[in-house]
């Protein structure tokens, strides 16, 4: 039962435009979600987190929005780039003290075209 | 942001081979994890320590297991690798402490292929 789902497998947007990533999650206990961002024989590296009392973060050019009743984030990159091409995780972390058990979506692959 | 080394970042061996996988971070992180990523797939938690002494199993069965006696090195270690053990193995941490929001610092991985 996969709790965090990126449905789309990939994205191809155009230079300048802006690129929006979805990831859905069925656990009601996540409280704390991120984005990460993969380059291909890298680890992934942090983009953005948001808590779950909020319902909007903004870092330069990334903004994740958070939709609680639909158990909905997405993440906006907005100018898109051509470095902002790779992979991005969605992962969710529960109410839990204790380790950070991150439970990650599979990936959306975004290519950023000239 | 965090430093923290995977070595080695490529490995190929054989069946039956015992490997160890390294990972050192310098950031006196408490906790640290092993995941598991196939291509296109999303992340498998494998193995995660709360510090020294510490080590737990995480969600997805793994075969592999890790040591924590030091709390800056934690290294994965198979006993015969097998062909379904090809696989990205991606180290991370985190701070220690009560909060749950924590961000987990990756090392560059270690692409393990067993013929």
């Known amino acids: 039962d996969q709790q965090v789902k990126q449905n789309s497998p990939s994205l191809s947007v155009q230079e300048g435009r802006i690129s929006i990533l979805n990831c859905d999650y069925t656990?009601?206990?996540?409280?704390?979600f991120l984005w990460y961002k993969k380059y291909p024989a890298e680890g992934p590296t942090f983009l953005i987190s948001i808590s779950s009392i909020k319902d909007k973060n903004e870092d330069g050019r990334f903004t994740v929005f958070l939709n609680k009743s639909a158990k909905h984030l997405s993440l906006h990159i907005v100018p898109s780039q051509p470095g902002d091409s790779a992979v991005y995780f969605c992962?969710?972390?529960?109410?839990?003290?204790?380790?950070?058990?991150?439970?990650f979506g599979q990936g959306t692959r975004l290519t950023i075209n000239p | 942001e965090a430093d923290i080394y995977q070595t080695p970042r490529y490995l190929v061996i054989g069946t039956g081979k015992k490997i160890t996988l390294e990972c050192s971070q310098t950031m006196g992180h408490d906790k640290m994890y092993w995941y598991q990523q196939d291509p296109g797939m999303e992340l498998h938690l494998i193995h995660y320590?709360?510090?020294?002494?510490?080590?737990e199993k995480g969600d997805l069965s793994s075969e592999s297991t890790v040591s924590r006696i030091r709390t800056e090195h934690f290294p994965l270690t198979l006993e015969s690798a097998r062909p379904s053990h090809t696989s990205q193995y991606l180290c991370?941490?985190?701070?220690?402490?009560?909060?749950?929001?924590?961000?987990?610092?990756f090392g560059s991985g270690t692409q393990l292929s067993v013929l």
């Open positions: 656990n009601s206990m996540f409280d704390y």
């Open positions: 992962a969710a972390s529960p109410i839990i003290q204790g380790a950070q058990k991150l439970v």
């Open positions: 320590s709360y510090g020294v002494n510490s080590t």
């Open positions: 991370a941490s985190s701070e220690g402490g009560r909060t749950t929001n924590e961000k987990l610092f």
